[in-house]
Protein backbone atom coordinates (compact mmCIF):
# COMPACT_ATOMS: atom_id res chain seq x y z
CA UNK A 1 0.00 0.00 0.00
CA UNK A 2 1.35 3.47 -1.13
CA UNK A 3 0.75 7.18 0.19
CA UNK A 4 1.71 9.72 -2.29
CA UNK A 5 1.86 13.25 -0.74
CA UNK A 6 1.65 16.12 -2.17
CA UNK A 7 2.59 19.14 0.34
CA UNK A 8 2.19 22.75 0.61
CA UNK A 9 5.11 25.19 1.03
CA UNK A 10 3.28 26.50 4.21
CA UNK A 11 2.46 26.01 6.85
CA UNK A 12 6.26 24.37 6.54
CA UNK A 13 5.62 22.23 10.14
CA UNK A 14 2.94 20.48 8.25
CA UNK A 15 5.88 18.82 6.59
CA UNK A 16 7.77 17.89 9.77
CA UNK A 17 4.67 16.62 11.71
CA UNK A 18 4.07 13.89 8.58
CA UNK A 19 7.73 13.14 8.21
CA UNK A 20 7.21 12.19 11.99
CA UNK A 21 3.90 10.36 11.99
CA UNK A 22 5.67 8.68 8.55
CA UNK A 23 7.91 6.86 10.90
CA UNK A 24 6.27 6.82 14.06
CA UNK A 25 3.88 4.07 11.86
CA UNK A 26 7.26 2.01 10.10
CA UNK A 27 6.45 3.38 6.64
CA UNK A 28 9.61 2.50 4.02
CA UNK A 29 9.90 5.30 1.97
CA UNK A 30 10.03 4.89 -1.97
CA UNK A 31 11.55 7.09 -4.59
CA UNK A 32 9.77 10.94 -5.21
CA UNK A 33 8.25 11.19 -1.59
CA UNK A 34 6.47 7.42 -2.04
CA UNK A 35 5.84 6.00 1.31
CA UNK A 36 5.18 2.13 1.73
CA UNK A 37 3.52 0.07 4.23
CA UNK A 38 2.05 -3.74 4.35
CA UNK A 39 -1.46 -4.03 2.85
CA UNK A 40 -3.51 -4.60 6.01
CA UNK A 41 -6.99 -2.90 7.64
CA UNK A 42 -4.74 -1.16 10.18
CA UNK A 43 -1.79 -0.31 8.07
CA UNK A 44 -4.75 1.85 5.79
CA UNK A 45 -6.45 2.93 8.67
CA UNK A 46 -2.89 4.79 9.17
CA UNK A 47 -2.76 6.64 5.75
CA UNK A 48 -6.23 7.38 6.10
CA UNK A 49 -5.90 9.42 9.14
CA UNK A 50 -2.67 10.71 7.71
CA UNK A 51 -4.37 11.65 4.44
CA UNK A 52 -7.12 13.55 6.44
CA UNK A 53 -4.65 15.27 8.01
CA UNK A 54 -2.60 16.55 5.00
CA UNK A 55 -5.90 17.50 3.22
CA UNK A 56 -6.91 19.48 6.12
CA UNK A 57 -3.69 21.18 6.04
CA UNK A 58 -3.90 22.38 2.21
CA UNK A 59 -1.96 19.16 0.75
CA UNK A 60 -3.29 16.15 -0.98
CA UNK A 61 -2.54 12.52 -0.86
CA UNK A 62 -3.00 9.62 -2.73
CA UNK A 63 -3.24 5.92 -1.02
CA UNK A 64 -3.07 3.21 -3.36
CA UNK A 65 -2.70 -0.61 -3.26
CA UNK A 66 0.08 -1.47 -5.37
CA UNK A 67 1.86 -4.66 -7.10
CA UNK A 68 5.68 -4.94 -7.64
CA UNK A 69 5.96 -5.44 -11.31
CA UNK A 70 9.99 -4.64 -12.32
CA UNK A 71 12.66 -2.39 -10.30
CA UNK A 72 12.07 -4.30 -7.42
CA UNK A 73 10.91 -7.44 -5.56
CA UNK A 74 9.35 -8.12 -2.72
CA UNK A 75 12.49 -9.39 -1.20
CA UNK A 76 13.84 -6.26 -1.94
CA UNK A 77 11.01 -4.48 -0.40
CA UNK A 78 10.86 -6.19 2.92
CA UNK A 79 14.61 -5.15 3.23
CA UNK A 80 13.76 -1.95 3.40
CA UNK A 81 11.72 -2.42 6.35
CA UNK A 82 13.63 -4.77 8.03
CA UNK A 83 16.78 -2.20 7.51
CA UNK A 84 14.64 0.59 8.80
CA UNK A 85 13.88 -1.39 12.08
CA UNK A 86 17.62 -2.75 11.95
CA UNK A 87 18.50 0.48 12.49
CA UNK A 88 16.12 1.65 15.63
CA UNK A 89 16.60 -1.76 16.98
CA UNK A 90 20.65 -0.89 17.19
CA UNK A 91 20.77 2.57 18.08
CA UNK A 92 17.88 1.35 20.82
CA UNK A 93 20.20 -1.10 21.86
CA UNK A 94 23.35 1.23 22.10
CA UNK A 95 21.16 3.03 24.44
CA UNK A 96 20.38 0.55 26.87
CA UNK A 97 24.08 -0.77 26.83
CA UNK A 98 25.25 2.80 27.85
CA UNK A 99 22.20 3.00 30.64
CA UNK A 100 23.39 -0.47 31.76
CA UNK A 101 27.05 0.56 32.47
CA UNK A 102 26.64 3.55 34.22
CA UNK A 103 27.08 3.93 37.65
CA UNK A 104 23.40 4.13 38.79
CA UNK A 105 20.70 2.41 36.72
CA UNK A 106 17.26 4.22 37.14
CA UNK A 107 13.60 2.00 36.75
CA UNK A 108 12.36 4.76 35.30
CA UNK A 109 14.90 4.32 32.47
CA UNK A 110 14.88 0.95 32.15
CA UNK A 111 11.06 1.75 31.17
CA UNK A 112 11.50 3.90 29.20
CA UNK A 113 13.71 1.86 27.18
CA UNK A 114 10.85 -0.92 27.40
CA UNK A 115 8.36 1.08 26.27
CA UNK A 116 10.44 2.47 22.71
CA UNK A 117 10.81 -1.39 22.37
CA UNK A 118 7.69 -2.14 22.01
CA UNK A 119 7.54 0.96 20.00
CA UNK A 120 9.90 -0.44 17.24
CA UNK A 121 8.26 -4.21 17.41
CA UNK A 122 4.60 -2.62 16.93
CA UNK A 123 6.33 -1.22 13.25
CA UNK A 124 8.47 -4.13 12.96
CA UNK A 125 6.33 -5.89 9.96
CA UNK A 126 8.62 -8.72 9.10
CA UNK A 127 10.60 -9.81 11.97
CA UNK A 128 14.08 -7.49 11.88
CA UNK A 129 16.91 -9.52 12.97
CA UNK A 130 18.05 -6.55 15.42
CA UNK A 131 15.16 -7.17 18.10
CA UNK A 132 17.18 -9.77 19.82
CA UNK A 133 20.24 -8.04 20.89
CA UNK A 134 18.05 -4.83 21.82
CA UNK A 135 16.16 -6.77 24.00
CA UNK A 136 19.01 -8.16 25.39
CA UNK A 137 20.66 -4.72 26.29
CA UNK A 138 17.55 -4.10 27.71
CA UNK A 139 17.69 -7.13 30.23
CA UNK A 140 21.47 -6.11 31.55
CA UNK A 141 19.90 -2.65 32.73
CA UNK A 142 17.15 -4.40 33.45
CA UNK A 143 19.64 -6.65 35.89
CA UNK A 144 21.11 -3.48 37.44
CA UNK A 145 18.00 -1.21 38.24
CA UNK A 146 17.72 0.35 41.50
CA UNK A 147 21.26 -0.80 42.29
CA UNK A 148 23.35 1.74 43.48
CA UNK A 149 26.85 1.58 44.43
CA UNK A 150 26.67 3.80 47.69
CA UNK A 151 23.95 1.87 48.80
CA UNK A 152 23.17 -1.53 47.16
CA UNK A 153 24.37 -4.74 49.09
CA UNK A 154 23.63 -8.27 49.65
CA UNK A 155 21.41 -7.90 52.58
CA UNK A 156 21.52 -9.88 55.86
CA UNK A 157 20.43 -13.61 57.05
CA UNK A 158 16.64 -12.85 58.70
CA UNK A 159 17.14 -11.46 61.96
CA UNK A 160 14.41 -11.95 64.92
CA UNK A 161 12.21 -8.86 66.15
CA UNK A 162 14.66 -9.35 69.42
CA UNK A 163 17.80 -9.17 67.64
CA UNK A 164 16.88 -6.14 66.02
CA UNK A 165 16.76 -4.36 69.65
CA UNK A 166 19.19 -2.36 71.32
CA UNK A 167 21.58 -1.51 68.62
CA UNK A 168 23.50 0.53 67.11
CA UNK A 169 22.27 2.18 63.74
CA UNK A 170 24.93 2.95 61.25
CA UNK A 171 24.22 4.72 58.02
CA UNK A 172 26.09 7.14 55.84
CA UNK A 173 26.53 11.09 57.13
CA UNK A 174 24.60 13.98 55.71
CA UNK A 175 21.26 11.57 55.73
CA UNK A 176 18.76 12.79 53.54
CA UNK A 177 15.17 11.72 52.43
CA UNK A 178 15.75 7.64 52.66
CA UNK A 179 17.78 7.80 55.94
CA UNK A 180 15.98 10.34 57.66
CA UNK A 181 12.59 7.85 56.93
CA UNK A 182 14.60 4.59 57.74
CA UNK A 183 15.93 5.75 61.12
CA UNK A 184 12.28 7.03 62.08
CA UNK A 185 10.96 3.64 61.03
CA UNK A 186 13.87 2.00 63.36
CA UNK A 187 12.99 4.21 66.46
CA UNK A 188 9.03 3.83 65.87
CA UNK A 189 8.52 0.17 64.76
CA UNK A 190 11.41 -1.96 64.95
CA UNK A 191 14.31 -0.70 67.89
CA UNK A 192 12.52 1.43 70.37
CA UNK A 193 15.84 2.27 71.77
CA UNK A 194 18.60 2.71 69.18
CA UNK A 195 21.45 4.48 68.99
CA UNK A 196 22.52 5.94 65.35
CA UNK A 197 26.00 6.09 64.22
CA UNK A 198 26.89 8.24 60.91
CA UNK A 199 30.17 7.18 59.18
CA UNK A 200 31.47 7.77 55.46
CA UNK A 201 30.04 4.67 53.65
CA UNK A 202 32.07 2.50 51.74
CA UNK A 203 34.51 0.16 53.42
CA UNK A 204 32.67 0.43 56.54
CA UNK A 205 33.27 -2.69 58.58
CA UNK A 206 30.66 -2.51 61.07
CA UNK A 207 31.46 -3.36 65.02
CA UNK A 208 29.70 -5.76 67.30
CA UNK A 209 26.06 -4.72 67.83
CA UNK A 210 26.15 -2.71 64.92
CA UNK A 211 23.73 -2.88 61.97
CA UNK A 212 24.05 -0.63 58.44
CA UNK A 213 21.36 0.45 56.60
CA UNK A 214 21.21 2.41 53.19
CA UNK A 215 24.73 1.99 52.55
CA UNK A 216 27.02 -0.30 50.77
CA UNK A 217 27.15 -3.65 52.03
CA UNK A 218 24.59 -2.46 54.72
CA UNK A 219 22.11 -5.60 56.54
CA UNK A 220 19.13 -3.36 55.16
CA UNK A 221 19.68 -1.05 51.96
CA UNK A 222 18.10 -0.75 48.57
CA UNK A 223 16.94 -4.70 47.13
CA UNK A 224 16.27 -4.48 43.48
CA UNK A 225 14.25 -1.19 42.88
CA UNK A 226 13.11 -1.18 46.44
CA UNK A 227 14.53 2.07 48.87
CA UNK A 228 15.97 0.75 52.07
CA UNK A 229 12.47 2.12 53.73
CA UNK A 230 10.89 -0.45 51.90
CA UNK A 231 13.58 -2.79 52.57
CA UNK A 232 13.04 -2.43 56.19
CA UNK A 233 9.25 -1.94 56.30
CA UNK A 234 8.65 -5.87 54.05
CA UNK A 235 11.73 -7.58 55.41
CA UNK A 236 10.50 -6.58 59.82
CA UNK A 237 7.04 -7.37 58.27
CA UNK A 238 5.11 -3.83 58.93
CA UNK A 239 3.52 -4.04 55.37
CA UNK A 240 0.17 -5.23 56.86
CA UNK A 241 0.39 -1.84 58.47
CA UNK A 242 -1.09 -0.14 55.14
CA UNK A 243 -0.40 3.97 56.75
CA UNK A 244 3.30 2.95 56.52
CA UNK A 245 2.87 1.17 53.06
CA UNK A 246 1.59 4.20 51.99
CA UNK A 247 4.80 6.00 53.41
CA UNK A 248 7.00 3.81 51.63
CA UNK A 249 6.25 4.48 48.34
CA UNK A 250 6.08 8.06 48.81
CA UNK A 251 9.96 7.57 49.96
CA UNK A 252 10.39 5.62 47.29
CA UNK A 253 9.05 7.99 44.51
CA UNK A 254 11.43 11.03 46.15
CA UNK A 255 14.59 8.52 46.36
CA UNK A 256 14.62 6.56 43.82
CA UNK A 257 13.00 9.07 41.26
CA UNK A 258 10.73 7.15 39.80
CA UNK A 259 7.27 8.43 39.93
CA UNK A 260 5.66 4.49 40.06
CA UNK A 261 3.59 5.38 42.72
CA UNK A 262 2.64 9.45 42.06
CA UNK A 263 0.98 10.05 45.56
CA UNK A 264 -0.31 13.39 45.87
CA UNK A 265 1.15 13.68 49.15
CA UNK A 266 4.93 13.23 47.89
CA UNK A 267 5.65 16.84 47.37
CA UNK A 268 4.60 17.98 50.24
CA UNK A 269 7.14 15.78 52.21
CA UNK A 270 9.57 16.26 49.54
CA UNK A 271 9.05 20.06 50.49
CA UNK A 272 9.57 19.91 54.31
CA UNK A 273 12.37 17.27 53.42
CA UNK A 274 14.44 19.59 51.55
CA UNK A 275 13.41 22.39 54.07
CA UNK A 276 14.77 20.00 56.97
CA UNK A 277 17.90 19.62 55.58
CA UNK A 278 18.70 23.19 54.36
CA UNK A 279 18.42 24.59 58.02
CA UNK A 280 20.77 22.20 59.31
CA UNK A 281 23.76 20.07 58.36
CA UNK A 282 23.29 17.69 61.91
CA UNK A 283 22.18 14.00 61.26
CA UNK A 284 20.50 13.79 64.81
CA UNK A 285 18.39 17.04 63.90
CA UNK A 286 17.80 16.60 60.39
CA UNK A 287 16.45 12.99 61.65
CA UNK A 288 14.71 14.08 64.96
CA UNK A 289 12.92 16.82 63.02
CA UNK A 290 12.07 14.57 59.99
CA UNK A 291 10.73 11.83 62.71
CA UNK A 292 8.00 14.64 63.77
CA UNK A 293 6.89 15.70 59.92
CA UNK A 294 6.91 12.30 59.58
CA UNK A 295 4.80 11.11 62.90
CA UNK A 296 2.34 13.66 61.57
CA UNK A 297 1.64 11.92 58.10
CA UNK A 298 1.46 8.66 59.45
CA UNK A 299 -1.40 9.88 61.60
CA UNK A 300 -2.62 11.38 58.81
CA UNK A 301 -2.38 7.95 56.35
CA UNK A 302 -3.95 5.95 59.93
CA UNK A 303 -7.04 7.89 60.39
CA UNK A 304 -7.42 8.36 56.30
CA UNK A 305 -7.63 4.51 56.22
CA UNK A 306 -9.97 4.14 59.48
CA UNK A 307 -12.56 6.55 57.98
Not at 37 to 66: M, N, S, V
Request: hydrophobic content about 40%; glycine content about 8%; overall charge negative.
Amino acid sequence: MLLIPQLPAKPAYLRVRVWRRLQAMGAAPLKNAVHALPARDDTRALFEELRAEITAGGGEALILKARLVEGMVDAELRAVFDAARDADYEELAREARMIAEAEYVSSADVRRLRKRLDEIAAVDFFGAHGRQAADAAIAQAEGRAGRHPDVSGPGAPELTPAELKGRTWVTRRHVHVDRIASAWLIRRFIDPSPSFKFVDGKDYQPEPGELRFDMADAEFTHEGDHCTFETLTYRTGLDGDQALVALAEIIHDLDIADDKFGRPETAGIAALINGICASTDGDNERIAQGSGALDGFYAHFTKRRGA
